[in-house]
């Protein structure tokens, strides 16, 4: 073999070697904007469920008209599946397909979301239903689940928005949302229809994407503060609470004004998912989901996430 040719594919074989396994960034999805994750772990699979920022700047408002998935193996690799969910498939709905959430029930697949209703003033909570993580969905009320009227303890239209639901392990599943008061519901075994009151809670400076998980022995409420927000959590050993308020968890996201967030664990590690607008371009109305890892010390209290650029690494 010729002296050149025969450096030129060691060359080559050398850098093949040395080169780095696949790396994570954030945020962990460039192609499309993608705000508010939710997350849900299934066998070896995340599902990563966002809205879509389609605002041209960052000067106006929100525009968004569907919900997105993506799924991965590793953290890394995200497949993207489309939107198998937009407002058109809620009928009763008028605009905002702002922040969900997605849990499974009974071998079927339940997303709730926040939208702008048509008839009754102010935002509300649908719910849609599918035999499969990635959809097809479908409304599965024909109307909203929560409408603002239901809750007429605060002056503004917005306050029923951001729905978590979460199914503990009896098998019990929660409905948790709000804007400025939180509040949370039981949910019958059919996943669209409450199985109670509607209950407030108290918590400091909330703003609003409550979020709840369990983990160990404790059960965490995580929220958005302040405005620009930053992610306070509290922690409590019933589901119903009292919640202690133990702090901050996460610090503003750079230049996004909101803060949104999931959290998981996946293969032995913990992840925060969340959003910023970290894509040329992007900020507060024009968001991208990012992941980095979630640290929790012996005593079951959090660590404060370090934001990256350069992700988590791949699990498998
Ligand atoms: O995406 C619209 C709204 O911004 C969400 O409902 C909030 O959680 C905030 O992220």
Known sequence: MNKRL????????????LAPAALAANPAITDVLTADPAALVHGDTVYLYTGHDEAKDNKSFYKMNRWLVFSSKDMVHWKNHGSPLSLKDFKWAKSDAWAGDVAEKNGKYYWYVTVRHRDINGFAIGVAVSDSPTGPFHDALGKALITNDMTTDT???????????????????????????????????NMVELDGPIHSLDLPNFTEAIYVHKHDDYYYLTYSTGFPEKTAYAMSKSIEGPWEYKGILNELAGNSNTNHHAIIDFKGHSYFVYHNGGTPKGGSFRRSVCIDDLHYNPDGTLQRVVMTSEGVDPVN
């Open 6 to 17: 025969n450096g030129g594919l060691a060359g080559l074989l050398i850098s093949v070697l």
């Open 155 to 189: 002056d503004i239209d917005w306050d029923d928005l951001d729905p978590r639901v979460f199914v503990d392990d009896d098998g019990q599943a929660y409905l948790f949302w709000g804007n400025t008061k939180p509040r949370y519901a039981r949910l019958k075994d």
